[in-house]
């Protein structure tokens, strides 16, 4: 086998995995209003089993509601009512082949008040986050309770027919909150030396492993470096890891906490398998079997961390929100057929932590329903001509075709990709490559998808292919306001678009030390803070205007918090309410004064692109997707529009309806 490490068994007490590749605990905002598991969301870890994973813990589950609640829908254990239903889960995922564990979690000052009705608790009456809420301290007994309750949780799991249980003790939840001298500051026995701060997770496992039993595995998942200035670092963590280790069987190693989000949630530039350092420290100072994830999407890279010992198990989060044939895939030699996560965090960690929805993805249209559509085709022959191939106009092709539409996608330009494939080349933002990847391996699997690069879409080309149904995907384009000054430093070059920043990236002009060279970037939107990282990066003084009252509205909360640490750490101006003026040759003139640069970047927007919609209509029916549909949006929105053309193609009578 061509990853014969990564693909070989495990056992760990009465579990045994048939390989080394982890499904990571994610919460989704699938369950049930009363915290049972929905049957979508039996679906959703059914794709998993059945897609070659070796282990899937499930999302953490709630012991002690309402005041361990960590989101709306958040899945429960804490009553035997749960179980049933549990159990039913268990039986689906391991028909498929695959072992299954579920977290055990209680939110502690991770939960919103508004939400529980009451005030959160903690160790201490510290926020675990910037700006966060304030806890109440537990009393003593309180502690002791929740030791209960979390035992209870997980003798329930072993009754529903898990294989293991995780104890969450990471990630800025309360047995975390205890952990870590940033968020506890107790002077009982649970609080003050490395000992007593790690005595309530000790007193949790000994409990736990008293009502399971001795071959029940059970394992704990940490933040072995918290990456926070006064936080836990590697060495700390090692420090208290012998306080519990009698009761633990595996080590899942994370880092990071809410303040150092991007470091827990693996921000996109950081490379695969990051944090292999940390389980190797961890494996080498326990001699436990260690988990480790960071940005894992690469097979070569998972056989490396297992074949070298730095890890017994890979663990992957997003890629299998992306991709739920990820091992079966790198199984059967289809890597090339991977859809890879990009790191975006819109449809997972946004919908999830910021938007209270369920969990969607920029790149998979259907989470929970894998790729059931391609087993409906067209009932009779359908042609379909698709204008432009950007992202939304690429999975408008692929999804059409792979129905059995005979499919003619023109593109003006030379490549496929439209905007992803440039704004990839951004270091930070190089994952969006595999995106691109993707979609052009897709395209050349389909012998009924003919591509025309370098091509106008005039009404004489697409007339020719005789469609049933033209579809417009023509994007979106810079906007430039009628400001004094714009256009014309703009053709003079003394500005920048970002497009003109990439290019320039592109092909190394950037490549230097901009220590001492200041740089503004007009615009702060997703866009303009790209440019202000890129630049930051770089050493530049850099500067941001933005006329809104909040910088980066709408971006993903993991890249939020990256770069508003990024801003503090590179002291960049940052000025909200701020109102371009003029453009100078070398200066910005805003409503709060005058900004002098060496680098003026202006990233005002994008406007909707479709200007051939209406002769288009005059040759067959025509819909539009992506930015030439309604406005500029992100690529989630792109690729859902793409993958609806399904319900275009019923309404006209070419696909059964469902």
Request: proline share 5%.
């Amino acid at each position: 086998m061509k990853y014969e490490h990564l693909f070989s068994p495990l056992k760990i007490k009465t579990m045994t995995l048939r390989n080394r590749v982890m499904m990571t605990p994610m919460g989704t905002n699938l369950a049930n209003p009363d915290g049972s598991i929905s049957p979508e969301h039996k679906n959703y870890y059914s794709l998993r089993a059945k897609g070659g994973v070796g282990l899937i813990v499930v999302e953490n589950v709630c012991v002690s509601f309402p005041l361990g609640s960590n989101g709306t829908t958040q899945l429960r254990l804490d009553h035997d009512s749960f179980i049933p239903h549990m159990y039913e889960l268990t039986e689906m995922v391991h028909a498929w082949g695959a072992k299954i564990s579920i977290q055990i979690n209680h939110a502690g000052a991770a939960a919103i008040p508004s939400r529980i009705g009451c005030q959160a608790v903690s160790a201490s009456d510290i926020p675990c986050k910037r700006g966060g809420f304030i806890p109440r301290p537990l009393t003593t007994e309180e502690v002791y309770d929740l030791i209960q309750k979390y035992a209870d949780a997980s003798k329930r799991a072993q009754m529903a027919g898990f294989d293991s249980v995780e104890i969450h003790a990471g990630h800025s939840y309360l047995i975390n909150q205890f952990i870590s001298p940033l968020t506890n500051h107790r002077t009982d026995e649970f609080g003050g030396s490395p000992e007593n701060r790690a005595r309530f997770l000790k007193l949790i496992l000994e409990e736990t492993r008293k009502r399971v039993g001795n071959s029940f595995p059970i394992m704990i998942r940490i933040s072995a470096d918290e990456f926070l200035p006064g936080g836990n670092s590697i060495g700390n963590t090692l420090d208290w890891l012998p306080y519990v280790d009698e009761y633990v069987d595996l080590y899942n190693v994370s880092a990071g906490l809410n303040d150092s989000m991007e470091l827990m949630i693996d921000k996109g530039y950081l490379p695969d398998g990051w944090k292999r350092y940390l389980s190797k420290a961890v494996k080498e100072n326990t001699g436990k079997p260690v988990i480790i994830s960071g940005n894992i999407r690469d097979p070569k890279v998972a056989e490396d961390i297992v074949a070298s010992g730095d890890a017994d198990i890979v663990a992957m989060g997003r890629s299998f929100i992306a991709d739920p044939e990820w091992c079966n895939k790198v199984m059967e030699n289809r890597e090339s057929e991977i859809r890879k996560c990009i790191s975006c965090g819109i449809g997972c960690v946004g919908n999830r932590m910021v938007h209270n929805r369920p969990i969607r993805c920029t790149i998979n249209p259907a989470v929970t329903a894998g790729d059931a559509y391609k087993e409906t085709k067209v009932a009779k022959p359908c042609k379909v001509v698709v204008i432009g191939a950007g992202a939304a106009g690429l999975e408008t092709a692929c999804t059409c075709a792979e129905v059995g539409c005979d499919v003619t996608l023109i593109e003006q330009s030379d490549h496929l990709g439209g905007r992803a494939a440039f704004i990839c080349n951004l270091p930070e933002k190089f994952r969006i490559k595999d995106l691109v990847t993707y979609m052009e391996n897709r395209v050349n699997r389909l012998p009924n998808l003919k591509v025309l690069l370098n091509t106008a879409a005039t009404t004489e080309i697409v007339s020719a292919e005789k469609p049933d149904l033209v579809v417009c995907a023509t994007g979106s384009k810079i906007l430039t306001p009628d400001i004094p000054g714009l256009l014309d430093n703009l053709a003079k070059g003394n500005i920048m678009t970002a497009d003109e920043v990439i290019e320039k990236a592109i092909d190394t002009t950037y490549d230097m030390d901009m220590t001492g060279k200041k740089c503004v970037v007009i615009g702060g939107g997703a866009t303009g803070l790209d440019l202000v990282e890129f630049f930051a990066n770089k050493g530049a003084d850099v500067s941001v205007v933005e006329m809104a009252p909040i910088l980066g509205n709408g971006i993903d909360l993991v890249s939020r918090v990256s770069i508003t640490n990024i801003m503090r750490e590179k002291n960049v101006q940052q000025l909200v309410n701020t109102k371009l003026l003029e453009v100078k040759e070398h200066s910005f003139l805003t409503d709060k004064g005058e900004l002098p640069f060496d680098y003026g970047c202006v990233c005002l927007g994008l406007k909707s692109y479709n200007p051939l919609a209406e002769e288009m209509a005059c040759i067959a029916s025509t819909v539009s997707v992506g930015d030439a549909k309604l406005a500029p949006r992100q690529i989630i929105d792109g690729i859902s529009d793409g993958r609806q053309i399904l319900n275009t193609l019923e309404t006209m009578g070419f696909r059964p309806q469902n």
